[in-house]
Every structure is written in structure tokens, then in C-alpha cells.
């Protein structure tokens, strides 16, 4: 078999080898996948890598990864400086 | 689903599969229930920290023992879990805290802990990029070996050689009640099926009180959210994670570089909600460059929230309960979860193997609640 090392995750480098390789060692829950591979967890919070693991996720197991199991959108959503966030008026 | 178990453990966090591995280990049948995924509550959203510096003797020999096994675990489950024992620096601010944290030093070191008292000075020999003026510090205390590791690592660890060893785990798997004969357990009642059994151990976090009222039992724990965040990766700059029980901050550089820290927002109040607030994004970015101003060009990638398990004196609740026989309590951890685990599992285990109990566990069962004084535990942040 050709080992696949199209990059997946690019704050991560996670390949989908890596991916599948995760998948057959049993983490096939995509916040398993996530916390096992710390796909999700760089800046781009997930946005270029999800969609793809869910694809690779759902062929992999043939079962539909339901939308709610996605990752909660995690604040500041883009990189914001701690200077910035330390300036400016009090938020409730 | 297999229908019978010695033991069901509720819960895949950290502790749920810890305990499923050392029970494994020792030939016990076990099946684990997680409602959701494995690290899907405290353990999968919390600060990585292991820290042996507290003000209550239980606590600080539970920790002791555990950064012990720690310390062998990535070879003994064949998985790394990046330990890295960098320490734990907590500033001191003000006389009456220093004569505070003095009794606590000499109780640690009485239990053998190596653990220092350093000057103003000092501080920045540890952990060049903290302002000391501006910290307020007029000391700290720094344990050597307090460090972190990584929690879904270590969870995902206990979880596959616990499978190795016979254990049972069916993630999203809802316990949805559990039968007594003649106060003691005989059933557990899942989404997928009912399971014999006649030990059921509660490691279900927050939801342990949803658990306990199935048997008929009250626990007092409250849920408390937490919020926490990550910055981007940068030069590795110091190994000590850095707390101030007054500020309610902690915060470390892991190993790839991040920082990760976090602080209780001003106005924290109980319950289950989840959203994470601007107010601590504010509150901790002011506070993080106030301990360290080079910070502020560094940038905030995310936060999120998790749920502290509070007891009544910030204490794990592990044992017995006296009127449901083998109703295992292992939660409450207010916080400590992650770093105490090794060793509560160590202890639950000999309790469950052997019969065997020990002072730890006396003294944190449910039953210290009942009209005693009880004895809190004050090294609490975050």
C-alpha cells in the first residue's frame, strides 16, 4: 500500500496517515480524534483540518459523524495579542 | 455488552480508567460506562498540572505518592504521557500568607517532600520572565518535582493497557439507573443493557450527584465552571508552572511551547453552564502581563471551559458509603482530579482487592461531612 502523507492538520503536521492510523487503533469519536492527534487545537481551531478528518472518519467506520459532536468554537476564534485583550473597557 | 461484572466504574475520565486498569491488573472483571467520549469531562479540560504543595496532610500525601507512580507510569502503561517535573513556583504576597505557607512547608517536608522557601530574588532564578515588583511577591515556595503531564494521554493510556488487561469500556454508554437488594448494589441499568454486578464505582465528575441520587444518597458537591486558555507556541522560557493562591492564577509553558493558564473570573458562580466569557479573557490577560509583561505580544489562540467538582472543603470524597454496600465513591476531586489520581486509584483499588483501607480514605469518606468540623483544604486556584 502507498503511504499517504497528504497533510491533514498544518498547525499540527498530522498527516492522514496519521489519521487513519489513530482510526484503526481506536480513537473513532472526532473529539478522541482531536485530543489523541491535537488536530483542532492551533490557530486555525480546526477550520482546515476538521471537515477533513470527519470525511476520513466517516469512510473509515461508515457511520455519519453527527454535526453536534463538532468542537465548540473556543474564543478569541482568531489569535488576539494578551496586550490587547489586558486593554480596553471590562466585558460581563 | 457482556451482563455481568465484578466491578462497573462510572465514568472515563482519568481516574474511571485509572481505577479500570489497576482493577484489570489484578485479574478483576471490569466494564466502564462514559456517557460520552473518554476525557470528555474534568480530565479532558484541565490545566495538566501536578503539584504535591498543599495545607491539608491527606492531600499532600496523596500527591507524594502519586507523582511516584507518575513518574514510572509512561513505561509501566507503555505510553508516553510527557511527564515533565519542572515545579511549582507560588508566590507569596503578603506576611500573613508567608507565615501560612511556612506551616504548610514544614507539614510537606515532615511527609518527605523536598520543597524550598525563596527570597524576592529568587523567584526570577526560576522563572526569568516574571516582574516581582509588580507580582506583589515578597517570597514564593518552589517544589522541584510538582510538574505536569498530558491528561488525554494519560487517560487514553490507562484506558488501552486497562483493555489490555480484560477491562471492558463502552464509551457513549449512559448508566441510566442502578438496583439495590437489600442495601447493597446487584444491577447497573445502561442505554445498551443491564449489567450484574456488585461493586458499582462512581467516577462521573460533576454528574457523580446525578449517579449517587440513583441509590438514594445526597452528595454535597457543587459544580463550579472553569475557564482556561492557551496562547501560541514560543522559545521554551521556563519549566515551573506558576500559581498565586491570592491572584487565583496558574499558568506554565508545556513542552511544544504554549503557554497554558488560567484564573476564576470575578463574579464566579455554581452551576452547568459552559459558554466561555470575555471577562476572562480581560481578566487573565491583564493579570498574565502584569506576572509577566513580555507576555503581552504574545497571542491568545483559544479558551474553553471545564467543570471544578467542588466538596465542601475543596477535598476528593473516595470510599464506601456506609448505607449502600458497594457503592465506590471516587470524585469531588474540586479541582485536582488529574494529579491526584495514580494514588486515589491505587487506594480504591486495595479497598475493592483487598478489603484493605487506609487513613487517606477514612479521613476523605462521605461520612466526615456529618455534623464534624471539617478541615478545608486553602491551596486552591484557578
Known amino acids: 500500500m502507498r503511504k499517504n502523507k497528504a ?25 478522541e480524534l482531536r485530543k489523541k492527534l491535537r488536530i483542532g487545537m492551533g490557530p486555525c481551531q480546526g477550520r482546515v483540518c476538521i471537515q477533513i478528518v470527519m470525511k476520513i472518519l466517516e469512510k473509515k467506520t461508515g457511520e455519519k459523524v453527527p454535526k453536534a459532536s463538532l468542537s465548540k468554537s473556543r474564543p478569541p476564534i482568531i489569535p488576539v495579542s494578551l496586550g490587547t485583550l489586558a486593554s480596553g473597557k471590562n466585558e460581563k | 455488552m457482556k451482563n455481568k461484572a465484578d466491578v462497573v466504574v462510572i465514568g472515563g475520565g482519568v481516574n474511571g480508567c485509572g481505577l479500570a486498569y489497576t482493577l484489570a491488573k489484578r485479574g478483576i472483571n471490569v466494564a466502564v460506562f462514559e456517557r460520552d467520549y473518554l476525557s470528555s469531562g474534568a480530565t479532558g479540560a484541565c490545566g495538566a498540572g ?50 501560612q505557607s511556612e506551616k504548610n512547608v514544614e507539614m510537606q517536608r515532615s ?25 506583589n511577591a515578597i517570597g514564593a515556595t518552589f517544589c522541584p518535582t510538582d510538574g505536569h503531564a498530558n491528561p488525554f494521554k494519560t487517560n487514553f493510556a490507562y484506558a488501552n493497557a486497562a483493555k489490555q488487561h480484560g477491562a471492558n469500556i463502552y464509551t457513549h454508554t ?4 442502578i438496583k439495590t437488594k437489600n442495601n447493597a448494589i446487584s444491577e447497573v441499568k445502561t442505554e445498551k443493557g ?32 472553569k475557564e482556561i486558555m492557551v496562547t ?50 480581560q481578566h487573565m490577560a491583564r493579570t498574565l502581563t502584569r506576572y509577566a509583561p513580555v507576555l503581552k505580544h504574545l497571542n491568545m489562540l483559544r479558551h474553553w471551559t471545564g467543570f471544578y467538582d467542588v466538596t465542601p472543603d475543596a477535598r476528593p470524597i473516595l470510599g464506601e458509603i456506609k448505607q449502600v454496600k458497594g457503592f465506590i465513591q471516587c470524585h469531588g476531586f474540586s479541582g485536582h482530579g488529574f494529579m491526584l489520581s495514580p494514588m486515589v486509584t491505587k487506594l480504591l483499588c486495595d479497598l475493592i482487592v483487598e478489603g484493605k483501607t487506609s487513613e487517606v480514605l477514612e479521613n476523605l469518606n462521605l461520612e466526615r461531612f456529618k455534623g464534624k468540623k471539617i478541615k478545608r483544604e486553602i491551596s486552591v486556584v484557578g
Not at chain 2, 507524594?64 to 513505561?75: A, G, M, N, P, Q
Not at chain 2, 511527609?111 to 507580582?135: C, H, R, S, Y
Not at chain 2, 491572584?247 to 511544544?256: A, H, L, N, T, W
Request: glycine share 6%; proline share 4%; with cysteine.
Open chain 2, 50 to 99: 501536578i503539584r504535591q504543595q498543599w495545607s491539608t496532610h491527606e492531600n499532600t500525601k496523596l500527591a507524594i505518592d502519586s507523582v511516584k507512580i507518575f513518574e514510572k507510569l509512561s513505561r509501566e502503561l507503555g505510553e508516553d504521557i510527557d511527564l515533565r517535573q519542572g515545579g511549582y513556583l507560588i508566590a507569596v504576597h503578603n506576611k500573613e500568607d508567608m507565615r
Open chain 1, 7 to 31: 497533510i491533514i492538520c498544518r498547525c499540527e503536521d498530522i498527516t492522514e496517515e496519521d489519521v487513519i492510523k489513530a482510526i484503526d487503533e481506536g480513537y473513532t469519536d472526532l473529539e
Open chain 2, 174 to 177: 449512559e448508566v441510566t439507573g
Open chain 2, 194 to 225: 443491564k449489567i450484574k454486578t456488585n461493586i458499582v464505582v462512581n467516577a462521573a465528575g460533576v454528574w457523580s450527584k446525578d449517579i449517587a441520587n440513583m441509590v438514594g444518597v445526597n452528595l454535597p458537591n457543587i459544580p463550579f465552571r
Open chain 2, 111 to 135: 511527609l518527605g517532600l523536598k520543597v524550598d522557601i525563596l527570597k524576592p530574588e529568587q523567584i526570577t532564578d526560576i522563572v526569568p520572565i516574571l516582574d516581582v515588583k509588580a507580582m
Open chain 2, 232 to 281: 501560541e507556541r514560543f522559545k521554551p522560557m521556563f519549566e515551573a508552572m506558576v500559581i498565586s493562591l491570592r491572584d487565583g492564577i496558574y499558568f506554565s509553558q508545556q513542552r511544544e511551547g504554549q503557554i497554558v493558564g488560567g484564573l476564576p473570573i470575578p463574579e464566579e458562580r455554581s452551576g452547568f453552564k459552559t459558554m466561555p466569557t470575555i471577562a476572562f479573557m
